[in-house]
Nanobody, 126 residues
Framework: QVLLVEHGGGSVQVGGSLNLTCIIN????????WAWFRHTPGKKREGVAC?????????YAESVQGRFTIARASPKKTTIILQMNDVELEDSAMYYC??????????????????WGQGTQVTVSL
């Protein structure tokens, strides 16, 4: 079984920075890619960023390109970080860590992810 636990949510002012971390307990090495999604009530869940650890390839939503960075904490740790810089009001959301196995669909298709964390709230204010 794969477990994901997010940390680091909280409140931040517009233009500030915040780091989210996700500890991925995947002892059997089942998952092949990891991502961050976010959800705001009344809106569709949105893919924020994705990382393929074997190739180091990353993908980002247009809305966060150049401001957010997804990375692995270290080669030996299955922990991913979402570094959020120059945050905007629109970045306020519940952020979820996700992990997937099958190489199918597009990185931001939430249906391709098999495991999800409980989420961590990010609130951006003026």
């Amino acid at each position: 079984q794969v477990l994901l636990v997010e940390h680091g949510g909280g409140s931040v002012q517009v233009g500030g920075s915040l780091n989210l971390t996700c500890i991925i307990n995947d002892g059997d090495g089942l998952t092949n890619y990891w991502a961050w999604f976010r959800h705001t009530p009344g809106k569709k869940r949105e893919g924020v960023a994705c990382l393929y650890p074997d190739t180091f390839k990353t993908y980002y939503a247009e809305s966060v390109q150049g401001r957010f960075t997804i990375a692995r904490a270290s080669p030996k740790k299955t922990t991913i970080i979402l570094q959020m810089n120059d945050v905007e009001l629109e970045d306020s959301a519940m952020y979820y860590c996700a992990a997937g196995i099958r190489y199918t669909g597009y990185w931001s298709d939430d249906w391709r992810y098999d495991y999800w964390g409980q989420g961590t709230q990010v609130t951006v204010s003026l």
